[in-house]
């Protein structure tokens, strides 16, 4: 009777345990769609380069007329710059993301 019970037992826990282990399908390594994923990564990760590189440029001619004293334009850029700055931020932070992305997808994490 004890024996019936611990092998009932410990065939449900074997079952049961296969049932929750992660298996490669629902680790997103199934088929042609892992590929894909990271080319799509290094697709978003030049992109955001890109744009970043043209935000700091649009950053760099809106702070000369703050070096070299065109206060008058200064002012009226002002606001322009500090939404650079954000854009910018935010382009470095979408950046750190991707590239973590692609760092777990080419891992298999």
Do not use: E, N
């Amino acid at each position: 009777m004890v024996r019936k019970l611990v092998l009932i037992l410990v065939t449900a826990t074997a079952v049961g345990g296969a049932a929750f282990t992660p298996s490669v399908a629902s680790a997103g390594w199934y088929g042609y769609g892992h590929r894909a994923d990271i080319r799509a990564d290094r697709a978003d990760i030049r992109a955001d380069r890109r744009d970043l590189r043209r935000d700091r440029a649009d950053f760099r001619r809106d702070f000369r007329d703050v070096r070299f004293g065109r206060f008058g334009d200064a002012s009226r850029d002002l606001a322009d710059l500090r939404r650079d700055r954000q854009d910018i931020r935010r382009d470095r932070s979408d950046l750190r993301h991707d590239r973590r992305d692609l760092f777990f997808d080419r891992r298999g994490y």
